[in-house]
Structure formats: structure tokens, C-alpha cells
């Protein structure tokens, strides 16, 4: 099984690989530079939303679902089952790894996630696909980024998605936890059973590999409620933790109306509930994103409204001294392209505009480098693109 996976990944480094068109990677010394310069240099005001530029970094990339980066500033990718490597100078090239039991249908890679600790433990995390479900394993590379061995699944039995919901997102938090935000899978009991991992966040403890002492379902004899940190969602999206508060915001997709954005708490319910229009069948028709009737509903901090909904997919806060007053803004990635909303607590306005991505088309992933670079996935004009944006 593992040498037939590894044949599969070795046989994709054949495929086309995405084309690098510039010439820096994520944490890149002229972005270092600009990080440091640029305040002052675009003449910003403390209160204005700095004006930006936009270049493109790769191009050719096929529907990439997931993005990191590592200390040394490469851009890990995953699109399709492959995991392409942008490294600090702008050359590209595909991962071998040998993770088992991906479907035939492929794009069987949902995300990916960067160890805490990546410079010295090597490890990668990736939510994936398989025959029995979506799962997280965790992967062993090396520092140049070459090849990358399964070490076993961190969590299993998440629901596969259905054509019209992500699956899967994974980041790490401040606490070093790993979070994990899941689909309801087309189930409609899933999101208020404490039984399924389906329309969760889950908070995982990857030396364990197991809950937190302090996750709010520790009690429950269920080692699956017991990584339950949040329920009641429908499509985690996006999970993105306030710069300056370490609050975590939840982008949650709804069935074409009513796409959210939840403060995520311990053992919140975010009041998706289907099954109170059948238990049998998925029938979301007239179902509220939030059903206030719930015990302990908690209410969104911002929805798209019931006439309709962007198809939001990822999200990000911007933050660092780059970005002046645009730091804390949360950037949204969608369908109908980009949003930004500055968020205090449970209040959202929408109120700004990064003006280099005003009408860039649809978005996909979504990420902030470390050098305060923000990186955004398009697909205006045809074939997928990686484009970074950064202060003038
Ligand atoms: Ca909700």
C-alpha cells in the first residue's frame, strides 16, 4: 500500500509544475525589508488602511485548496493530492509523500498545517481525503523540503464533505493546539451530535494526539466528544485568531445563504441544526444558519444576510507593523473575491477595502507570511494563481 502510494507521488512529479514568475518566496530578505521600511516610505497615515501593491508568485496552479509556511519562508500548497513547495527563492517543486488510502477521484488533500516547533521536528500536518472518511495525519520531512513520510493519522472519522462544502480546515493556535474545523458532511444530525466530529472545531493535542485537558467535552467517556471544542456549524471555511486578543474567529459557509463569521468559545453552539427539517434527508430549505432556539445558540458576529451569500472559502486577520491600521482587519476570501471587516469582540463593520484586491475575482486560500506579506489564491482569468500582496 505505502510503495503504491509513493509510485502515485513520485508519478506526479512528472505533471506540470506550477511556474514560478517571481523570484522571492514567503520570508524573503526584500520582504524583510520592506516590512521594515514601508510604513514611513508610503507616507501612511495611523489611521488609514495603507495603500497596497499586488504581484503574482506562482501561476498554473490546479485547484489548490490549502496554504502554510515554513520558518525558512517556503509556501507549502496543496492542490489536488500533491503538496507543491515554493522555496524563499522562487523555485518550485512537488513534495513526495506516501500518505495511503487517497480516493481515485482525487483532490484528496484539503489542507495543511506547519508545526509550532517546524525547525527542529520536521513535521507537517495534512486534513486529507481517504475511502473511510477525512482524516489528519501527520508527516515527517526535512529541512529541503524533498520527501515526507506518514507517521499516522492525529484524528480520524470526519465526515468526506459533499461537492458543495469544504471539509476541512487545520491551523495551529497561540495555546499550540491544533484546531480543526469540519464539514457536517450532508448529515443533518452531525453539527448538534456530540457523537460526530461532522460540523465542529476540534482541539487536538498533537504529542498526544488526543484532547486537552481543558477542551469542554474532557469528561465525556467518547475519545471523539472529547476533542470537540466548538459545534452546531455547517462548513468551517476559515479559522483565524485575533492578532492583538488571541480571539478565534470561524468562518462558517452557509447552503447559499448566510454565510458567517463566529467567536469561536469552549464548548459554543453555533446553532446549525438541519435535522429540524428532516433527520432523514438533508433538506436545508427555511433551516436558519443560526437557530436561536437552540440551548446556548451563540449568534454570529456577522452574516451574509438570507437573500443570498459570497461562498466565502478562507480567512485571515492581517497584523505586524506593515500594516499599520490595517493590523486586526480580517480578510476574507470568496467567490465573489475579497472582504475585509475590522471585528472588536462580538461587533463586525465592514468597512475596508484593500484596494489592490478590490476586483481581483474569486479568492480561494488564504494566509499571512511572517514578514507581513498577505498571500491569496485566484482564479479570475482561468488557470489558478498565487498572488501576494504587501504594503507600497
Ligand atoms: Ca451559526
Not at 517543486?93 to 483532490?107: M, Q, V
Request: charged share 15%; hydrophobic share 40%.
Amino acid at each position: 500500500m505505502a510503495a503504491a502510494s509513493l509510485i502515485r507521488a513520485i508519478g506526479a512529479l512528472s505533471l506540470t509544475i506550477a511556474l514560478a514568475v517571481s523570484a522571492v518566496g514567503c520570508s524573503s530578505a526584500s520582504d524583510l525589508v520592506l516590512a521594515g521600511t514601508s510604513r514611513n516610505a508610503a507616507g501612511v497615515s495611523a489611521t488609514a488602511v495603507p495603500a497596497t501593491k499586488l504581484d503574482t508568485v506562482l501561476d498554473g496552479l490546479d485547484s489548490p485548496s490549502g496554504m502554510a509556511f515554513t520558518p525558512a519562508g517556503d509556501t507549502l500548497i496543496v492542490a489536488g493530492d500533491d503538496i507543491i513547495v515554493l522555496d524563499a527563492q522562487g523555485r518550485t517543486s512537488t513534495l513526495k509523500h506516501d500518505i495511503g488510502d487517497l480516493p481515485d477521484s482525487g483532490n484528496a488533500l484539503l489542507d495543511i498545517a506547519v508545526s509550532p516547533d517546524f525547525s527542529t521536528d520536521h513535521t507537517l500536518y495534512v486534513c486529507h481525503r481517504t475511502n473511510d472518511g477525512v482524516r489528519v495525519t501527520q508527516l515527517q520531512t526535512e529541512s529541503k523540503l524533498r520527501w515526507a513520510r506518514q507517521q499516522g493519522p492525529i484524528v480520524t472519522g470526519i465526515p468526506t464533505p459533499t461537492e458543495t462544502t469544504g471539509g476541512c480546515r487545520i491551523a495551529f493556535g497561540p495555546d499550540g493546539y491544533l484546531y480543526v474545523g469540519t464539514s457536517d458532511g450532508g448529515d443533518p444530525t452531525a453539527s448538534q451530535s456530540l457523537a460526530s466530529l461532522g460540523g465542529k472545531i476540534l482541539r487536538i493535542d498533537v504529542e498526544t494526539r488526543g484532547a486537552p485537558d481543558d477542551n469542554p467535552f474532557i469528561t465525556r467517556a467518547d475519545p471523539h466528544s472529547q476533542l470537540i471544542y466548538s459545534y452546531g456549524l455547517r462548513d468551517v471555511v476559515g479559522l483565524a485568531w485575533h492578532p492583538t486578543t488571541d480571539a478565534l474567529y470561524a468562518l462558517d459557509r452557509g447552503p447559499g445563504r448566510e454565510d458567517e463569521v463566529n467567536l469561536i468559545v469552549s464548548g459554543g453552539n453555533y446553532g446549525w441544526n438541519p435535522a429540524s427539517a428532516s433527520t432523514s434527508d438533508y433538506d436545508t430549505d427555511g433551516v436558519a444558519m443560526t437557530d436561536l432556539s437552540l440551548p446556548q445558540a451563540r449568534p454570529a458576529v456577522w452574516s451574509s444576510g438570507t437573500s443570498g451569500a459570497p461562498g466565502v472559502s478562507g480567512a485571515t486577520f492581517l497584523s505586524g507593523d506593515t500594516w499599520s491600521a490595517g493590523s486586526g482587519l480580517l480578510i476574507i476570501t470568496s467567490s465573489a473575491g475579497v472582504q475585509a471587516m475590522r471585528l472588536t469582540g462580538e461587533v463586525a463593520a465592514q468597512s475596508e477595502t484593500l484596494e489592490s484586491l478590490e476586483n481581483v475575482g474569486a479568492t480561494g486560500a488564504i494566509a499571512l507570511c511572517a514578514s507581513g506579506a498577505l498571500y491569496v489564491v485566484t482564479a479570475d482569468d482561468g488557470g489558478d494563481r498565487l498572488v501576494r500582496v504587501r504594503v507600497r
